[in-house]
């Protein structure tokens, strides 16, 4: 009875209790040792663990947490992994004393199904289910129901609860415990005097989908990496099911707002990869299942406290660990957070709470926290197994913690937050996850009578199974006496623990298993490229909204969290980004220009951009630049610039004026600028052949033309002497008639040949500056508007 005193409130009832199963586990343990010094029995035989014999699955536990009056009941499977028949089984119930400690509930989680760790008192009678035999390879379902009462449950707190198979075989003819399942019963009937305060949080995120293409036209219809979103909204998705889930729950949502643009954008219209570049419509069902998937959320969220990541939800610890050594990169943090509100409101008609940052499992160092406050966020949500307690507390401290500066760590309860990770597609392993949680939340409720506030923060991305044991255990939750819900920001706002350590662990202290998994430098490298070429193209656009908002969200989502394990779908990704970006950006250009001929001290010069684009583009200036300015200069100088203007789906050709000096080739180079004088696309270059007309060809020109004249005055005496002797052959009669006759003096009849103007060139196969077909006639009016382009 000494020893039963030490529980405190143990009555005497509970006290023997206590004893009985205290005999029960020390009068088995001799009968154990005894079993394995048999002969026979030796290491391969005496497993520790049931699998290896019987395996005893668990799969329902019901209620969770019983109260006064309840009915216990327990089914599964038995399955016999052995190779003998197992005879004279049965299955029953066993009470293990009550857990007192966190750390006695994980010791018994360690060995679950550990067969020579020992049971608790067999509740016996009718409360079992026998099996005649059990054939190997061969599962048996059980089902036992025990009320409440017959568990012989004392004092309020936590039991160990083994459900126990025990049978023999032919090899050892005597009866054993040959395979066990332990589970945890909370047993909190009546209210104890102070309640704990719970927060648990029901992350709404997935992974990246939408890329930063659009469809041509006005609409830019969006294109996704392919149609998965939509499989995780249809109903049985993981999507759909959180949802279905958390609508009935008191839960803190925390949503990524780049999962509701990207299903918003599938309720509209959006398109998916089909090979080689193109692009085919989704199905209409993905749009409709969008819509409907949307409805629900709005309803789910009603009332309920959101809290909204920044856009994409970006990876903080590789940002703080990678990425401030890149310039531009904090930038995005805030561009993502200013995002956020924005996209929420608009998608589901409420205001989220933007003050809260998340990194990755909430492992934290003074690098991720001056990261996570940079956008504006003064609280950041941390894990107990990073911001661990140093001071020796024998409680769990509240989770709100000040670290300075203004900013509070909110510390999520580990046991809690990880008790849903790994495997919980089978019911057993989902049944066991629920119990625990359960478990390990009255044992921290019964560690003070002190009032806290604890959080819960599971992984981000819950998959369908671990979705519902997470449903489960806050509904049982719930519906028991020990605690109470609250929101996030009420937990934030609490008082804190002054005994609870407020000392971020060292930057070496951060986990090199998540480390490993972090973005790359040279991936914030990548990123600032693409923002620098997309500060460079908007300045061109006169709807700069069109390129700006996809461009920028893609790159809030190359900073994703959800890369992390996906390094070669990152960099995929990023990669895709950039080209789109380059092959946009391609669209307005220069035409390749072939060598140009220049007859004659001056002429212009056309150079024709091309706008490829739907929309129009301005603020450029185009520069043609001599590279012998002593021989051929544009406007008069080495380079000559002018303002371009092109409509949307137009070309425009820019005239330059320019003077030769001297014969030969000169190359010349026309080059895009913005406004303020950064480069923009690729130059052109191409050859200007000078043919300078010069005074020793003009002199040249000048003595044939002499010449001709020469020729033609003296053809012009020798017809008018033979005309004279004529007339005096034919008589006077006939000279005085031809001198009567009006016209050309010529005798002959025919007028002189009409003289060429030597300066015409009409001969020459070099044509003058303005007929050649790569330069165009010197004028001073402006270039046209732009003429269509063929496409």
Same mark, same amino acid.
């Given at each position: 009875?000494?020893?039963?005193?030490?529980?405190?409130?143990?009555?005497?009832?509970?006290?023997?209790?206590?004893?009985?199963?205290?005999?029960?586990?020390?009068?088995?343990?001799?009968?154990?040792?005894?079993?394995?010094?048999?002969?026979?029995?030796?290491?391969?035989?005496?497993?520790?663990?049931?699998?290896?014999?019987?395996?005893?699955?668990?799969?329902?536990?019901?209620?969770?947490?019983?109260?006064?009056?309840?009915?216990?009941?327990?089914?599964?499977?038995?399955?016999?992994?052995?190779?003998?028949?197992?005879?004279?089984?049965?299955?029953?119930?066993?009470?293990?004393?009550?857990?007192?400690?966190?750390?006695?509930?994980?010791?018994?989680?360690?060995?679950?199904?550990?067969?020579?760790?020992?049971?608790?008192?067999?509740?016996?009678?009718?409360?079992?289910?026998?099996?005649?035999?059990?054939?190997?390879?061969?599962?048996?379902?059980?089902?036992?129901?025990?009320?409440?009462?017959?568990?012989?449950?004392?004092?309020?707190?936590?039991?160990?609860?083994?459900?126990?198979?025990?049978?023999?075989?032919?090899?050892?003819?005597?009866?054993?415990?040959?395979?066990?399942?332990?589970?945890?019963?909370?047993?909190?009937?009546?209210?104890?005097?102070?309640?704990?305060?719970?927060?648990?949080?029901?992350?709404?995120?997935?992974?990246?989908?939408?890329?930063?293409?659009? !469809?041509? !036209?006005?609409?830019?219809?969006?294109?996704?990496?392919?149609?998965?979103?939509?499989?995780?909204?249809?109903?049985?998705?993981?999507?759909?099911?959180?949802?279905?889930?958390?609508?009935?729950?008191?839960?803190?949502?925390?949503?990524?707002?780049?999962?509701?643009?990207?299903?918003?954008?599938?309720?509209?219209?959006?398109?998916?990869?089909?090979?080689?570049?193109?692009?085919?419509?989704?199905?209409?069902?993905?749009?409709?299942?969008?819509?409907?998937?949307?409805?629900?959320?709005?309803?789910?969220?009603?009332?309920?406290?959101?809290?909204?990541?920044?856009?994409?939800?970006?990876?903080?610890?590789?940002?703080?660990?990678?990425?401030?050594?890149?310039?531009?990169?904090?930038?995005?943090?805030?561009?993502?957070?200013?995002?956020?509100?924005?996209?929420?409101?608009?998608?589901?008609?409420?205001?989220?709470?933007?003050?809260?940052?998340?990194?990755?499992? !909430?492992?934290?160092?003074?690098?991720?926290?001056?990261?996570?406050?940079?956008?504006?966020?003064?609280?950041?949500?941390?894990?107990?197994?990073?911001?661990?307690?140093?001071?020796?507390?024998?409680?769990?401290?509240?989770?709100?913690?000040?670290?300075?500066?203004?900013?509070?760590?909110?510390?999520?309860?580990?046991?809690?937050?990880?008790?849903?990770?790994?495997?919980?597609?089978?019911?057993?392993?989902?049944?066991?996850?629920?119990?625990?949680?359960?478990?390990?939340?009255?044992?921290?409720?019964?560690?003070?009578?002190?009032?806290?506030?604890?959080?819960?923060?599971?992984?981000?991305?819950?998959?369908?199974?671990?979705?519902?044991?997470?449903?489960?255990?806050?509904?049982?939750?719930?519906?028991?006496?020990?605690?109470?819900?609250?929101?996030?920001?009420?937990?934030?706002?609490?008082?804190?623990?002054?005994?609870?350590?407020?000392?971020?662990?060292?930057?070496?202290?951060?986990?090199?298993?998540?480390?490993?998994?972090?973005?790359?430098?040279?991936?914030?490298?990548?990123?600032?490229?693409?923002?620098?070429?997309?500060?460079?193209?908007?300045?061109?656009?006169?709807?700069?909204?069109?390129?700006?908002?996809?461009?920028?969200?893609?790159?809030?989502?190359?900073?994703?969290?959800?890369?992390?394990?996906?390094?070669?779908?990152?960099?995929?990704?990023?990669?895709?980004?950039?080209?789109?970006?380059?092959?946009?950006?391609?669209?307005?250009?220069?035409?390749?220009?072939?060598?140009?001929?220049?007859?004659?001290?001056?002429?212009?010069?056309?150079?024709?951009?091309?706008?490829?684009?739907?929309?129009?583009?301005?603020?450029?200036?185009?520069?043609?630049?001599?590279?012998?300015?002593?021989?051929?200069?544009?406007?008069?100088?080495?380079?000559?610039?002018?303002?371009?203007?092109?409509?949307?789906?137009?070309?425009?050709?820019?005239?330059?004026?320019?003077?030769?000096?001297?014969?030969?080739?000169?190359?010349?180079?026309?080059?895009?600028?913005?406004?303020?004088?950064?480069?923009?696309?690729?130059?052109?270059?191409?050859?200007?052949?000078?043919?300078?007309?010069?005074?020793?060809?003009?002199?040249?020109?000048?003595?044939?033309?002499?010449?001709?004249?020469?020729?033609?005055?003296?053809?012009?005496?020798?017809?008018?002497?033979?005309?004279?002797?004529?007339?005096?052959?034919?008589?006077?009669?006939?000279?005085?008639?031809?001198?009567?006759?009006?016209?050309?003096?010529?005798?002959?009849?025919?007028?002189?040949?009409?003289?060429?103007?030597?300066?015409?060139?009409?001969?020459?196969?070099?044509?003058?500056?303005?007929?050649?077909?790569?330069?165009?006639?010197?004028?001073?009016?402006?270039?046209?508007?732009?003429?269509?382009?063929?496409?």
């Amino acid at each position: 009875m000494a020893e039963a005193a030490d529980f405190q409130g143990t009555s005497a009832s509970p006290a023997r209790r206590w004893l009985r199963r205290t005999g029960a586990l020390l009068a088995g343990a001799p009968l154990l040792a005894g079993l394995l010094q048999l002969p026979g029995a030796g290491p391969a035989q005496a497993s520790s663990s049931s699998s290896d014999r019987v395996s005893v699955a668990l799969d329902s536990l019901s209620p969770s947490v019983p109260t006064d009056g309840d009915t216990v009941t327990v089914s599964g499977t038995v399955t016999n992994n052995g190779k003998q028949t197992v005879t004279d089984a049965h299955v029953g119930l066993h009470v293990g004393l009550p857990l007192n400690t966190r750390s006695s509930i994980d010791s018994i989680a360690q060995h679950f199904d550990d067969v020579q760790f020992g049971t608790g008192s067999e509740v016996g009678g009718k409360y079992e289910e026998k099996f005649a035999k059990l054939a190997p390879g061969v599962a048996e379902h059980f089902s036992i129901s025990v009320p409440v009462d017959k568990l012989d449950l004392g004092q309020d707190g936590v039991y160990e609860f083994d459900v126990a198979l025990f049978g023999q075989t032919s090899d050892q003819p005597w009866g054993r415990v040959l395979g066990i399942q332990r589970t945890f019963l909370p047993w909190q009937p009546s209210e104890p005097d102070t309640k704990t305060k719970t927060t648990f949080l029901w992350p709404l995120l997935s992974s990246v989908h939408m890329t930063a293409r659009t !469809g041509a !036209g006005e609409l830019q219809t969006p294109i996704f990496l392919n149609d998965a979103l939509a499989k995780e909204i249809a109903p049985g998705g993981r999507l759909s099911t959180m949802v279905d889930l958390g609508k009935a729950l008191d839960v803190t949502w925390v949503i990524d707002p780049d999962l509701l643009a990207s299903v918003d954008a599938m309720a509209g219209n959006y398109r998916l990869p089909a090979g080689d570049d193109t692009t085919t419509p989704a199905p209409r069902q993905s749009q409709a299942l969008a819509k409907q998937w949307l409805a629900k959320l709005q309803k789910a969220v009603a009332g309920k406290e959101i809290v909204a990541l920044p856009f994409a939800d970006p990876d903080l610890a590789s940002l703080a660990h990678n990425g401030t050594s890149v310039t531009g990169s904090l930038s995005h943090l805030k561009d993502a957070t200013d995002v956020a509100t924005t996209t929420v409101k608009t998608v589901l008609h409420v205001t989220p709470s933007t003050d809260f940052a998340w990194p990755v499992e !909430g492992a934290v160092d003074p690098s991720i926290i001056k990261v996570a406050t940079s956008a504006g966020a003064d609280r950041v949500i941390a894990r107990s197994d990073s911001l661990q307690e140093t001071a020796g507390l024998p409680y769990t401290p509240s989770a709100a913690r000040p670290i300075g500066g203004g900013t509070t760590a909110v510390v999520a309860d580990a046991r809690l937050s990880k008790a849903f990770e790994g495997d919980l597609t089978k019911a057993g392993s989902a049944t066991l996850a629920v119990q625990q949680f359960l478990a390990q939340s009255l044992a921290l409720n019964a560690q003070t009578n002190e009032e806290r506030s604890i959080v819960v923060a599971p992984q981000r991305m819950p998959s369908t199974s671990q979705a519902q044991a997470m449903a489960a255990a806050v509904e049982a939750l719930e519906g028991g006496t020990w605690t109470e819900s609250q929101g996030l920001t009420a937990a934030a706002k609490a008082k804190p623990d002054p005994s609870a350590t407020t000392r971020i662990p060292s930057t070496s202290a951060y986990p090199s298993s998540l480390r490993r998994h972090e973005l790359p430098r040279k991936a914030f490298a990548q990123i600032a490229r693409t923002q620098d070429k997309l500060d460079n193209f908007q300045v061109v656009l006169t709807d700069q909204s069109r390129v700006v908002t996809p461009f920028g969200r893609a790159i809030n989502r190359e900073m994703s969290t959800s890369w992390r394990g996906r390094r070669t779908a990152a960099r995929v990704f990023r990669g895709g980004v950039e080209a789109w970006l380059d092959d946009l950006a391609d669209q307005v250009k220069l035409i390749d220009k072939s060598e140009t001929k220049l007859s004659g001290r001056s002429a212009t010069i056309p150079v024709t951009v091309q706008n490829n684009l739907v929309q129009p583009v301005g603020h450029l200036v185009l520069r043609l630049t001599s590279t012998m300015p002593t021989r051929l200069k544009i406007g008069g100088k080495a380079y000559y610039e002018q303002p371009v203007e092109v409509s949307g789906g137009h070309s425009q050709s820019v005239k330059f004026t320019t003077s030769a000096n001297a014969n030969g080739r000169v190359t010349v180079i026309a080059q895009l600028y913005t406004e303020d004088g950064t480069e923009y696309g690729k130059a052109v270059s191409f050859d200007v052949k000078v043919t300078e007309v010069t005074p020793t060809v003009m002199l040249v020109i000048g003595g044939g033309v002499l010449l001709l004249v020469l020729a033609g005055f003296r053809m012009y005496t020798q017809r008018k002497r033979g005309a004279a002797r004529q007339a005096e052959d034919d008589g006077p009669d006939t000279a005085e008639k031809e001198t009567d006759e009006p016209g050309n003096p010529d005798t002959s009849g025919n007028r002189l040949p009409e003289e060429s103007d030597p300066a015409s060139g009409a001969d020459d196969p070099e044509q003058q500056s303005d007929h050649g077909p790569d330069t165009a006639p010197e004028n001073t009016d402006p270039s046209g508007t732009g003429e269509r382009v063929d496409r």
